[in-house]
Structure formats: C-alpha cells, structure tokens
C-alpha cells in the first residue's frame, strides 16, 4: 500500500468515516512504515505543525486524540517513540515539554540527563569550556527543555556540569553558587586566590592587602563571597589575608 492510499484510510479513520483501521494494518515493518506516514500526515498537513515546532507544540495528547493511541500500543510506543519512528534521530526526548515517564529516573535517567546536557553545550550552542560557567545557569535549563535533568541534580547548575565535566570546574565559579559552598574554607581559599592573583593580578597577598578595594567584589561579580565568606565587611577580608600571610611564614 503507498503513502496517498494509507493517509486516505487514516482520514476516513479521522472523519469517522470509518470505525478502525483494517485489520493487519500495523503488522510488521510495513505497519510501522504506515504509522510514519500517518504522524508525519498529522503533524505536518492535518495540523500544519513546523517540523522543527513539533517538540514545542506535540505531546501525548496531540497523537492520541488523533487515534493514533491503539496502533501505538500494539507496538509499546510511547508518544515520543511515535514520533522518532516518523522522524528517526531527528528529536531528542528531552526536547519536549512533555518528557517521556520516567525518562529521568535512575542510573539510566541519569546518564541520559549527561548526555542531554553536553548536547547542548556542545553541539547544539557549542559553548567554550571556559564559558560553561557563565552561560549554565537556570535560564540554561528552562530554554533549553532541561528543568527535568535541572531538578534532578537539585536545581544547581555546578551539580549538574560536575556530573557532566568531573572535576573540570569549582563551584564558585557559577553564578548560581551551591548553598554552603562560601563556609567552605577550602572554597573561599581558592576563590580569593583565583580572584587575587589571577583576575585583579596582584602579585602577592601582601599587594592585596594594600590595594584591594570593596568595589572590586562587584566589578568581578563577587558579592556573593563578600557577603557570605566575609560578611560584606573589608576587615574581615584583611583579616582573612593577613591570616594567609601567616600562614605562608610558619
């Protein structure tokens, strides 16, 4: 059976016109072929949905009120594997607002959210690795169809790219930074160090003491470790440094 013959029997199935498909209809690679033709007769002609729209605007509802649910229980498919076989590779689940149940449950959802996350960054957006910090963000994941993987990494960005690029980034460098990660002395040490020597360029802690200024908190977006680590008090950071230069004299 051709395509116009097939899309002719799921109009008549659409116009009630006739109760059901044929029987066999669905048996067998052809019946898969079959259900390609219906979806793509669907979503493209019937609804005039945009190819690349599609996992914006389609979602289990859209198929199945449109009797496409009985031939995809035949097969097992969920809405999504419906619309993979009528478009192979050309979506991933994670683009839908409706991701498939259970998509992101254990070690298997887990690997998924990874592999989702470093397709966006490195093939869809192509974003530097030394940029990654900036642009992952909340924003990030809702742009992008990733609040599921957001959520299961416990809505922190840093949590999510560790998993991602282990061991690659330190949380500071996040805009969103982890809660708790500023009473964490290692952390607060290896932010001032970063931020002394390599981003205002002072030569020693001892340069630092006499020139670093309060605005230079802001201009470097670095409020956070001011007001969390040293209370948004100046002291408190000369203090901090002086306590490194004693520790650099023992």
């Not at 006739?18 to 002609?45: A, D, I, W």
Request: contains cysteine.
């Amino acid at each position: 059976m051709n395509r116009e013959q097939v899309i002719e029997i799921y109009q008549h199935v659409l116009e009630r016109k006739r109760k059901r498909f044929p029987n066999y209809f669905f048996v067998g690679k052809e019946g898969k072929k079959y259900m390609s033709y219906m979806t793509r007769y669907l979503l493209e002609q019937h609804l005039m949905i945009r190819v690349h729209e599609i996992p914006l605007q389609v979602g289990a509802n859209t198929l199945w009120s449109h009797r496409l649910r009985p031939p995809a229980m035949l097969y097992g498919w969920n809405y999504y594997e419906v619309i993979d076989n009528a478009y192979p590779g050309r979506f991933k689940p994670w683009q839908f607002q409706q991701v498939p149940d259970k998509y992101w449950d254990g070690e298997e959802g887990k690997k998924r959210a990874i592999e989702a996350v470093k397709y966006v960054i490195e093939k869809k957006l192509k974003i530097p690795l030394n940029e990654i910090p900036i642009q992952v963000n909340i924003h990030f994941f809702n742009q992008h169809s990733l609040g599921g993987v957001f959520s299961l990494f416990g809505q922190s960005p840093f949590q999510v790219i560790e998993a991602v690029y282990p061991g690659v980034f330190r949380p500071w460098q996040f805009a969103h930074v982890p809660m708790n990660c500023w009473k964490n002395e290692k952390y607060i040490r290896e932010a001032m160090e970063d931020f002394l020597f390599k981003q205002l360029h002072f030569s020693s802690y001892k340069d630092a003491l006499l020139k670093l200024k309060r605005n230079h908190f802001t201009d470097f977006q670095l409020t956070g470790l001011f007001q969390m680590a040293f209370d948004s008090r100046m002291n408190n950071v000369k203090k901090w440094i002086k306590n490194q230069l004693i520790n650099i004299g023992k």
